[in-house]
């Protein structure tokens, strides 16, 4: 991720020491820091690590009425005339601090270690690979729950037309016709109540990923923490006590605008009163995106500001599954083989080479990369056979929709000619 892609912005103030006067500028807020740059001069006069804050308070004081300091190792800093508020302004630079804080912790966990190796680095790789596959596994399978109960709903459909057709026959029929009841009772009888022995999808619905974000509704302009549930059927938006704010199903959502690969808005349209949307930002949604982008394909507008994300997130990872299982298989090979020159293979990349000739991988590493491989092709071969199944389905689907609507119709002519 390109580290000078700003997240937000905001006008304000900031007390320079050295001069003792408030300077006119803007606040910006990275994924990775935080700037102010003077409006004047143009010149930048705060540049810091967000992992480098130790503190972010809300103070004030006789002289200095609503501000915002952020205690940078022993500096603090002031700002103040914060737009649109100092609430906004604290809550979305807090919620990002407090992320960069769990990933120092977590890199620091790690920071006692040797330098990761390039066996560790694609073993990290192929996880992320294999949790995506994963998350893609459960939205198909809950497209094929909803494939099958359309089915079952388009069978009852038939069975309540062939009642129909069988209540025409009985009513075309002349009142002297001898078999006449048996018409009646036939249909009435067989009907089975199928419909009972549907479950409600969900409450067998699990949750494909939950994450922080700071929430903000069309009507309100100030922002609030919360979270963002995604399930296979939709999202849903709570506050911090897990109170559920709005949920969205598949269905509901007009569009999901991408306005940087942090912030996302989410609008349901409506006729003759407001639209539902809510705009959401998170240090964690270049994670979500993805899988929004899998769910809602053609609902998905990337901005102006998210087009560079996108490139820079489908160039170097454009076939992500067929690169890493190469490199993989390659170091695998290096492994086995490790007699043999890497570069007497056909068809391998020079940086294939070189990373082979470079870097080994242990036994170990070997190992749990294989595992891995394992599982993914698993996952891969399921992921294509329910895909297959679906555009079986979606085939009878048509096909029986097909059929309905001319029953229809044939039964709309019937019961003109009756009345």
């Known amino acids: 991720m390109n580290e000078d892609i700003r997240i937000h912005s905001w006008p304000c103030s900031y007390y320079l020491d050295s001069g003792k006067q408030w300077v006119s500028g803007r606040l910006s807020l990275t994924p990775v820091g935080i700037k102010f740059t003077a409006d004047k001069t143009g010149e930048l006069l705060v540049d810091f690590p967000l992992s480098g804050i130790s503190e972010i308070k809300k103070e004030s004081s006789n002289l200095i009425f609503s501000s915002l300091t952020i205690l940078e190792r022993s500096t603090k800093h002031w700002f103040s005339s914060l737009q649109p508020s100092r609430n906004v302004v604290f809550n979305v630079l807090e919620h990002f601090w407090r992320e960069q804080l769990l990933e120092s912790r977590g890199a620091g966990a790690e920071g006692a270690a040797p330098r990761t190796s390039k066996g560790k680095e694609l073993t990290g790789m192929l996880a992320g690979s294999q949790r995506r596959l994963e998350d893609t596994a459960k939205v198909l399978h809950y497209q094929g729950e909803q494939f099958d109960n359309i089915m079952k709903g388009l069978n009852r459909i038939e069975g309540d037309m062939d009642v129909a057709d069988r209540l025409l026959t009985e009513l075309e029929s002349p009142s002297w016709w001898p078999f006449s009841s048996k018409l009646w009772k036939a249909p009435l009888e ?214 309905a609507t001319l029953t229809i119709d044939k039964q709309n002519r019937r019961m003109k000619r009756l009345t």
Not at 197 to 219: C, F, M, N, W, Y
Not at 298 to 317: C, T, W, Y
Not at 321 to 349: C, H, K, M, N
Not at 357 to 380: D, M, P
């Open 190 to 403: 067989s009907k089975p109540k199928e419909a009972a022995a549907v479950s409600d999808p969900k409450t067998q619905e699990g949750i494909i990923l939950r994450i922080p974000v700071i929430v903000t509704h069309r009507t309100d302009s100030n922002v609030k923490p919360g979270k963002l549930t995604l399930f296979a059927s939709g999202l849903e938006i709570s506050d911090c006590n897990s109170q559920v704010i709005h949920r969205f199903e598949s269905r509901d959502v007009d569009d999901i605008r991408v306005h940087t690969p942090y912030e996302i808005s989410v609008r349901q349209r409506f006729i003759g009163k407001p639209d539902t949307s809510y705009r959401l930002l998170s240090a964690k949604m270049p994670e979500v995106i993805p899988i929004l982008e899998m769910q809602f394909s053609k609902k998905m507008q990337f901005l102006e500001d998210a087009l560079g994300f996108v490139g820079a997130r489908k160039s170097p990872q454009l076939d992500l599954g067929t690169s890493i299982w190469q490199a993989a298989t390659g170091l695998l090979g290096g492994v086995v083989q490790p007699g043999s020159p890497a570069g007497s293979r056909e068809g391998t990349d020079n940086d294939q080479v070189q990373l082979q000739q470079h870097e080994k991988v242990s036994q170990e590493e070997a190992k749990e990369l294989r595992q891995i491989l394992k599982k993914l092709k698993g996952l891969a071969l399921e992921t294509e056979a329910e895909l297959e199944r679906q555009d079986e389905a979606l085939d009878s689907i048509s096909s029986s929709v097909d059929r």
